[in-house]
C-alpha cells in the first residue's frame, strides 16, 4: 500500500484535525497504533508541523468523513494521474536551486535538535558540505544574521524516516562509545555505623526469686 508524503505530519494532521480512530490513522499513515497515541499525546512529533493530505491530494474530504462516521472503515487514497518520482538510491543528493539557500536553517535545526548527529550524517542528510556545517556551527556563515533553524523536512530537503534512522544510528554509536557503565559499589562493613551481630546480644543477669522471697520475708 502506497504511503502519503511525510506520514508523521499526516499523521499529526489527522489526529489535531479529524475524529478517525487511532487505528485508521496508523494504517493510513503506514505507524504502530501506539506511536499514533504517543502523537495524540504529545510524547512524540512535538516539532512536526502537521501536514495537510486534503489541500496536496492525498486524501478527499469525503474519504475522511466517511471513515469517521464508519470506524471500522480504511482511509483509500486519492489516485493521481500525475507520473510517481522515481527513487535515487545511489549518488549525490540533488537540491533544487529554490531550496539551496534553506540548507543553512535546516543545519541549524539538526544542530541543535540532534546534537549526537555526525557532521558526515548531515551532508548526507541535507547534501551539502562538511565545511558549511562547520561554518553553521561556529556561527562564521556568511548569512549566519539571517539563519534561523527549520526542519530540513518541512523544507523538503530530506525525509522523516531517513532523518529518524539516521538518528537512531549516532544513539547507538553514542552508546557504543561511552561502553559499559560501571555497577554501583556494595556497601562495605566499614560504613561508619557499628553492627552488632544478634548472637553477640548482652546477656542479662539471671535473678534469684528465692532470695527475694526470704528477703522480705
Not at 496536496?56 to 471513515?67: V, Y
Not at 541549524?108 to 541535507?126: C, E, F, G, W
Not at 531517513?162 to 556494595?186: F, S, T
Request: glycine content about 6%.
Amino acid at each position: 500500500m502506497a504511503l502519503p508524503l511525510m506520514p508523521k505530519a499526516t499523521a499529526v494532521w489527522l489526529v489535531e484535525n479529524t475524529t478517525l480512530t487511532f487505528d485508521q490513522i496508523a494504517e493510513f499513515c503506514g505507524l504502530h497504533k501506539l506511536e499514533v497515541q504517543a502523537i495524540a499525546d504529545g510524547e512524540v512529533a512535538v516539532s512536526i508541523v502537521g501536514l495537510d493530505p486534503v489541500f496536496n491530494g492525498q486524501l478527499s474530504q469525503d474519504e475522511i468523513k466517511r471513515c469517521e462516521a464508519d470506524p471500522r472503515g480504511r482511509l483509500k487514497m486519492t489516485k493521481s494521474d500525475l507520473p510517481q518520482p522515481v527513487m535515487r538510491t545511489k549518488g549525490a543528493r540533488y537540491t533544487p536551486v529554490s531550496k539551496r539557500g534553506e540548507k543553512p536553517d535546516a543545519i541549524a535545526y539538526l544542530v541543535k535538535n540532534y546534537p549526537d548527529l555526525l557532521d558526515a550524517q548531515i551532508a548526507r542528510l541535507l547534501g551539502t558540505t562538511k565545511e558549511t556545517i562547520a561554518k553553521v556551527r561556529d556561527r562564521s556563515h556568511w548569512n549566519t544574521s539571517n539563519i534561523k533553524p527549520q526542519n530540513p523536512v518541512l523544507l523538503g530537503l530530506c525525509k522523516q524516516a531517513d532523518l529518524e534512522a539516521a538518528a537512531k544510528r549516532a544513539e547507538r554509536r553514542v552508546i557504543r562509545e561511552r561502553g559499559p557503565q560501571p555497577k554501583a559499589p556494595k556497601p562495605s562493613a566499614d560504613d561508619g555505623f557499628i553492627h552488632t551481630p544478634s548472637s553477640q546480644q548482652d546477656e542479662q543477669p539471671e535473678i534469684d526469686h528465692d532470695a527475694m522471697i526470704r528477703s522480705l520475708g
